[in-house]
């Protein structure tokens, strides 16, 4: 697969991370390269888990991705707390930091 844009979803629920990727992955061709969560070391104030997605693929299905991710994600969340973005044509670098993550990945397909 060209790896030509990367993609991000945010939003609060590792399950609802999983549940609009899983929805995201259907609709189009892209690689998880890197899943995070957003944990919040101060437990005096409520505040939801939140979690972030990384996936690669061509610009048009890392599009389709996200816009697929961010309905599915809108089932269990409010607008103001799901966030996009694609990158076309990221550097290398970029790419390296996507896959850094604290879920780890077997690559061995």
Known sequence: MAKLAMGFLECAGYA???YAMDKACKAADVEII?????????????????GQVKFVGTVSNVKIACEVA??????????????????ELPYEGTEKLG??????F???K
């Not at 890197?34 to 939140?50: E, L, R, V």
């Open 99 to 104: 896959h850094i993550t604290k879920v780890k």
């Open 34 to 50: 890197g899943i995070d969560t957003i944990n919040p070391k101060d437990t005096s104030a409520f505040i939801p888990m939140t």
């Open 70 to 87: 961010r309905e599915a994600a809108l089932v269990y969340n409010d607008p103001d707390v799901v966030l996009t973005e694609v990158i």
């Open 106 to 108: 077997n690559n061995n």
């Open 16 to 18: 609802t991370i999983l």
